[in-house]
């Protein structure tokens, strides 16, 4: 969907907050053309809290754009996966400078954050504003519980990707098949029970790869949100 077309159908699924990424906001692009982006979020009652997933480089003046885009929107959070380590050092003197919260993204087994102990050993290094965007599905296709992954991070989650996959079956690129969230693999239940027991604040952002959902995501949003209400009734 382009930026008008995704905050459209946010605001007609009733979806207050939106993770966009690069090909909705252009971090690059001239503030007006954001700025004028920013009234749109706000004539349809959508808000931009975070842009990801966020390349980043070891050049720090385009990536203080990342951080000036996330200011201009007033966002909480920038989600990031950095394949490159050696960027960390820079990355937390831009956190510190803006004082917002970059959140290190994970894909499945193989990639650089895939698994969770890659991850923590980050954050033991790293400023408190530094944090995970837990992928839920990738944590759980990685072959890792996501309730014991939620916990043995702390305080330091910031951001979910509320996903599910199947582990009985592949995609055509090889990866467990998406699926409606609560009929996958991931450890939801058990999950939910850690979120509300710990008094996370965050968002979940409903989020697929699959290839069919993204073609006509209506069903897949609708079940999503009755999923979570039924688990968190009264909450938004």
């Known amino acids: 969907m382009s930026f008008e077309e995704v905050v459209q159908f946010a605001a007609k699924q009733g979806v207050t907050q939106l993770e ?8 690059a692009a001239p503030r007006e053309e954001n700025l004028k982006k920013l009234a749109y979020l706000k004539k349809h009652g959508v808000t931009a809290y975070s842009i990801g997933v966020s390349g ?4 720090k003046e385009k990536n203080r754009q990342l951080f000036e885009c996330a200011k201009l929107f007033g966002m ?3 989600v990031i996966e950095p394949k490159d380590q050696a960027q960390w050092d820079m990355l937390e003197e831009l956190v510190q400078e803006y004082d917002i919260k970059l959140a290190v993204h994970n894909h499945g087994t193989g990639t650089v954050y895939g698994n969770p102990a ?3 050993h980050v954050l033991a290094e790293r400023d408190e504003r530094i944090g995970v965007c837990m992928d839920i599905g990738w944590v759980t296709a990685a072959g890792f519980d996501a309730n014991e992954v939620f916990i043995n991070y ?3 989650v910031f951001d979910m990707h509320m996903k599910d996959k199947r582990l009985d079956g592949e995609d055509a690129k090889g990866r467990p ?10 450890n939801y239940l058990q999950l939910f029970e850690s979120i509300r ?11 697929t790869d699959s290839p069919d959902f993204q073609n006509d995501p209506t069903e897949f949003v609708a079940r999503a949100k009755v999923f979570f ?3 968190f009734p009264g909450s938004h």
């Open 20 to 27: 966009l990424f690069k090909g909705h906001i252009n971090p």
């Open 56 to 59: 980043t480089s070891m050049d």
């Open 76 to 78: 909480k959070v920038i």
């Open 118 to 120: 890659t991850v923590k």
């Open 154 to 156: 702390g305080d330091r």
């Open 177 to 186: 098949l998406d699926t409606h969230i609560g009929l996958g693999n991931s």
């Open 197 to 207: 027991e710990s008094d996370w604040s965050g968002v979940m952002a409903i989020e």
């Open 229 to 231: 209400e039924k688990h």
